[in-house]
């Protein structure tokens, strides 16, 4: 499968953004997804993830209250809503395909990255 983010960019501390990643191929719902994020200088770091079906959901602490991670399949689509943003929430967000839905980076496929910056 492959994967194409988008919906990064600018915003102020406060605000909000929505990323998508659209797959391709015709198996889309049987991967569960994640979403992943580096920022300059630090590893790279779980952000949140969602099972096949959409009903399972994990989120870093980080972000929980603030992300909603949720899918499409017939779209073959899974995107993140980012609420009330903060400066340290600027990295490059990665979407990420993989047979079984985790936490840790062990994904197989991987998007190109797109990248959020929240200024203070």
């Known amino acids: 499968v492959q994967l194409q983010a988008s919906g990064g960019g600018l915003v102020q501390a406060g605000g909000s953004l929505r990323l998508s990643c659209a797959a391709s191929?015709?198996?889309?719902?049987?991967?569960?997804l994640g979403w992943f994020r580096q920022a300059p200088g630090k590893e790279r770091e779980f952000v949140a993830a969602?099972?096949?079906?959409?009903?399972?959901?994990y989120y870093a602490d980080s972000v929980k209250g603030r992300f909603t991670i949720s899918r499409n399949n017939a779209k073959s689509t899974v995107y993140l809503q980012m609420n009330s943003l903060k400066p340290e929430d600027t990295a490059v967000y990665y979407c990420?395909?993989?047979?079984?839905?985790?936490?840790?980076?062990?994904?197989?496929?991987w998007g190109q990255g797109t990248l959020v910056t929240v200024s203070s």
């Open positions: 969602i099972g096949l079906s959409g009903g399972t959901t």
């Open positions: 191929g015709r198996t889309f719902s049987t991967y569960a």
């Open positions: 990420a395909a993989n047979g079984v839905v985790s936490t840790f980076g062990d994904y197989n496929y």
